[in-house]
């Protein structure tokens, strides 16, 4: 089933996304230095390997948060995997967190709760999240559907695992 046609579409294609994540380091480059990277799964996985590429940070940490179940409502959190409490030691300062949206702020505030000195940045942010975030590249408005690269082909995509008939 694909989705509901959102209020405003977003698409951001691999190149667009690729030179607003190298934008987000290059503006946190002065905010460091950090010691590691926490990238909130699945979509900060993307921009963290590319922040921690230019900002030669070798350390990547997943804190796992479910919050989008059918890609057009987000229902509520669950955490499937918590930060390491080797980095959340100290609130995680010195800890740079990173995600690819800040939407509502949900997942924003769960990790902020657990490491609420770590700095926190995302690619996107919408003016509801947006408190919760340090810094950002793009603000979007709130009604605005981001389609990320990885959700696309030349139509909407499903992820392969619901398209599965076993």
Known sequence: MSPAPPDKAFPVSWDQFHRDARALAWRLSGSG???AIVCITRGGLVPAAIISR???I???ETVCIASYHDYTTQGGLHVLKDVDDA???NGGEGILVVDDL???GKTA???RDRLPKAHVATVYAKPLGRPLVDTFITEVSQDT???FPWDMGYTFQPPIAQGSAG
């Open 54 to 56: 230019e900002l030669g």
């Open 33 to 35: 230095p950090f010691s």
């Open 102 to 104: 800040v939407d509502t």
């Open 87 to 89: 980095l959340a030691a």
């Open 109 to 111: 505030r769960v990790v």
């Open 58 to 60: 070798r350390l990547i």
């Open 145 to 147: 559907w981001i389609y």
